[in-house]
């Protein structure tokens, strides 16, 4: 009788033990399951950096621009109709004056589809840079170098780049930032001049200036170096 007594309580106490083991376990299950919900929750927090960068395409999309971060400008060879297939145009004058900030574009003979988005320069929330042709197909192409602040106002419009002609009469510009602060412009002017004895004169006037470059205005300009050259045929 003493003997299955004791085995009967040593059966009893195994199954305590087991039983136990059993509720440990399960509450280690239970930790890591909170431990994985914790982790999602710190995922979902950085859903503000993904809206910052949302709100800053709403004023430039990189979608419309073919370049970026260019160093050297230079339109030597974008005549009208390869600008119109290679690049995209402005689809309204809403946008013509978000950008240029200038109710000038509002008038009735300003045409989008004469306006290019060219390059992102840059797109920071606190500074975004970026440059458009204007032109037409009658005459000249110029490319704007613009500066915004955080706010998205306009801080600067300047000239970086052109090319185009009237009759006998042609020009080309173009150049390059030597460094943050310094911008050279070189401009070839031609032009063709029917002389009297038949002949044909063609001048060239070229002009190489160094700018100052101020984000917040227009071109200063520090030097300037003038060459004429006449041919004649």
Known sequence: MNKLLTY?????????????????????????????????????KAE????????DSLFIDPNNFKYSKLNVFDLRGWYY????????????????????????????NIYPINYQYFSIQKNDKSEKIITIIEGDESCCQDLHYLVYDSENKLLSDNVVAGTGGDGMWTYDQYGKFANDSTYIL???????IELENGETETQIDSVITNYRFYKNKPFEKLTEQKFKKVKKY
């Open 186 to 192: 070189t401009r070839i002017d031609m032009e063709e």
């Open 48 to 55: 503000p950096t993904v809206e910052t960068k949302k709100y």
């Open 8 to 44: 009967i309580l040593i059966f009893l106490s195994f199954c305590c033990v087991r039983k136990r083991k059993e509720s440990v376990s399960d509450v280690k299950i239970d930790k890591k399951e909170i431990a994985s919900i914790n982790t999602d929750s710190n995922e979902l």
């Open 81 to 108: 109709g390869k600008i119109i297939d290679s690049l995209k145009s402005f689809s309204s004058k809403e946008k013509l004056v978000e950008y240029f900030q200038d109710e000038r574009l509002k008038d009735e």
